[in-house]
């Protein structure tokens, strides 16, 4: 198979891989589920629903995506007009702050380099959920993976989280990350000191002993410096326990769900491939409300990489 055609399987799979971590996280988001398996209930019981649906984490991943094809190189004011497209239209569902205050401010009128929110409060990781599709582009920079993240999130710790995913993904891409090797020492020699390269330091320290539900003990919560390692030791772990496994110890140990889920299955989507996917959670995501828009934009996008 010819390496264009690979890198769009990749991409694919990536894409998909996010949405189902997505969907099937943000029903759980910030709630913790407990073992009821021991817990007697009078009378009948009726479990916390979990439909699946699409967030923010997707639904922004696609306006980049949009962004990339509609230009084919790198546009920050055609990103942020997509952006506001996509609020006006009222696609977006559940955005941080950050991007809600950089949304509102780029609706009136203000300039994509000085609407994203700064300081300590726009650490978040909404820069991080969406960065994927940038990966797939060889012509995409590190200065474009900041600038990119500037629209919203004006702070170092949302650009190196961003970042961060990015080098999995093109470690993942040059086959340098073959799910044997660490990736952990493949990308921390590649950020910039932070605390997200502090958090990635100290998981890889512990990582041969841990596992999912250990890790997010450390932190998992919506702050970049917790959710993006948290997301990446997660995708590591894909090779032995699997994405379903995967998926279910994200959810299981609470926090920002949705996006700890989102981002670790683009990076283990994206390692096994569209072949590899579970087959019964891709049913289930294309049962989702506005999969085959997903699907449409993804598969558009596919015929501008390579």
Same mark, same amino acid.
């Given at each position: ?159 190196? +989280? ?6 999995? =993904?093109?470690?993942? %891409? $040059? !086959?340098?990350?073959? /799910?044997?090797?660490? *990736? ?70 609470? +926090? ?6 989102? =981002?670790?299955?683009? %990076? $283990? !989507?994206?390692?096994? /491939?569209?072949?590899? *996917? ?29």
């Amino acid at each position: 198979m010819k390496k264009a055609a690979i890198l769009r399987r990749q991409f694919e799979a990536c894409l998909l891989g996010g949405a189902i971590g997505d969907a099937w996280g943000s029903a759980f988001e910030n709630l913790r589920i407990s073992d009821e398996t021991t817990t007697y209930y009078p009378g009948q019981h009726k479990p916390t629903p979990t439909a699946w649906s699409f967030t923010d984490d997707t639904q922004l991943t696609m306006a980049t995506c949009e962004a990339l094809c509609a230009s084919r190189e790198f546009r920050p004011d055609l990103l942020a007009d997509i952006f506001v497209r996509y609020y006006k239209e009222k696609r977006l569902h559940g955005p941080g702050r950050s991007t809600l205050k950089a949304l509102i401010e780029l609706e009136a009128g203000g300039h994509w380099s000085q609407v994203g929110r700064s300081g300590e409060f726009a650490a978040g990781n909404g820069a991080a959920m969406r960065i994927a599709p940038l990966a797939f582009f060889n012509i995409i920079s590190r200065e474009h993976v900041r600038t990119a993240c500037w629209i919203t999130h004006r702070n170092d710790e949302a650009y190196v +989280g961003a970042l961060a995913i990015f080098l999995c =993904l093109r470690a993942i %891409i $040059a !086959g340098e990350w073959t /799910g044997n090797n660490n *990736l952990f020492e493949l990308i921390i020699p590649a950020l910039p000191h932070t605390g997200v390269r502090d958090r990635l330091m100290e998981i890889n320290a512990i990582q041969s002993n841990a596992d999912i539900r250990r890790v997010a003990r450390l932190g998992n919560s919506g702050y970049v410096v917790n959710s993006v390692p948290f997301a990446i030791f997660a995708a590591t772990r894909v090779t032995r326990i699997g994405m379903c496994e995967m998926y279910k110890s994200i959810i299981e140990s609470g +926090g920002d769900t949705d996006t700890n889920a989102s =981002l670790a299955g683009q %990076i $283990a !989507g994206a390692f096994l /491939g569209i072949d590899h *996917l579970p087959k019964g959670l891709l049913r289930k995501l294309a049962a989702v409300e506005n999969y085959d828009w997903v699907r449409r934009i993804i598969e558009k996008t596919k015929e501008c990489i390579g």
